[in-house]
């Protein structure tokens, strides 16, 4: 398997890991009610480590800014139209 086809199963997979979270905190909140939710273990765990939403903040920046910070030009992008903007 090559990088790009593993590239290509890991953009594929993260949406999917994004649905199944959502998923489960919405069983979770209807069976166990809003203290069941993922949201709620991450609120009382930052009020014990306020550093944790800084750095998850600073992850997501860090992670959104290197997955669309614009790229030199390859063969996949040179002829897609992305370059004429």
Known sequence: MTWKNKTKLVVFMIPLLV??????????????????SISSRIIIASYSMPFMPFMVGLFIGIIGSHLFWRMRPNKDTINSGIDKI
Do not use: F, M, R
């Open 19 to 36: 649905v199944a979270i959502l998923i489960y905190d919405v069983v979770a909140i209807h069976y166990g009610g809003t203290e069941a």
